[in-house]
């Protein structure tokens, strides 16, 4: 599985920014998809997941809730992020990941996803 983000860039704050992950995979529907992200010197911190549906449950964290929604296209292989509102604060690199396994209480997990992508850099001004 091969994951490739993109759509990244410099934004003011409360502004907005789609980003996209392309996925080279047959199976795509079968893969649980996550967003993550991670500031410098920080961890790699939870963002939002979708399960394996077009229209399959979605999860966010505390802090993206009601500003941010994730969504997948099976028929294009895509994942989506779409961010609104931004904050300083949502200043990181963005990955996305991909795995079958993920069970539903480890779906806020990085190490539950085995494939990741190579990250792409949302920066937000003040």
């Known amino acids: 599985v091969q994951l490739q983000a993109y759509g990244g860039g410099l934004v003011q704050a409360g502004g907005s920014l789609r980003l996209s992950c392309a996925a080279s995979?047959?199976?795509?529907?079968?893969?649980?998809m996550g967003w993550f992200r991670q500031a410098p010197g920080k961890e790699r911190e939870f963002v939002a997941t979708i399960n394996r549906n077009q229209y399959g449950s979605t999860a966010y964290s505390d802090s993206v809730k009601g500003r941010f929604t994730i969504s997948r296209d099976n028929a294009k292989n895509a994942l989506y992020l779409q961010m609104n509102s931004l904050k300083p604060e949502d200043t990181a690199v963005y990955y996305c990941a991909a795995d079958r396994g993920v069970i539903q209480s480890e779906r806020a997990n990085p190490g539950a996803y085995g494939y990741w992508g190579q990250g792409t850099q949302v920066t937000v001004s003040s």
């Open positions: 995979v047959r199976t795509f529907s079968t893969y649980v």
